[in-house]
């Protein structure tokens, strides 16, 4: 019979690792796996981040790569809108 872990991590260490990836939900799962040897689907990445809507905005608007690509999209959008 073979013993199976059920490890977690804390909503801190979830935190951490979605500062450690800048907000980029599809990198942390390789963080969690890097840091704590836990294997963790993108798709729970993406269910548990829900809990976090606020501290990830957070998070991706510090990154000035979002808010880069955030800045042109709006102005791609305003551009289209004069256009029609």
Known sequence: MVNKH???????????MLQETN?????????IYNNY???YSRQGVHDRAKKFAGELEK????????SNK???RFFRMMLLRREL
């Open 6 to 16: 059920n490890y977690k991590i804390t909503d801190e260490q979830f935190i951490e």
């Open 23 to 31: 907000g980029k939900l599809s990198l942390v799962p390789k963080a």
């Open 37 to 39: 040897g836990i294997t």
């Open 59 to 66: 998070i991706r608007q510090a990154d000035p790569e979002y």
């Open 70 to 72: 955030r800045l042109m």
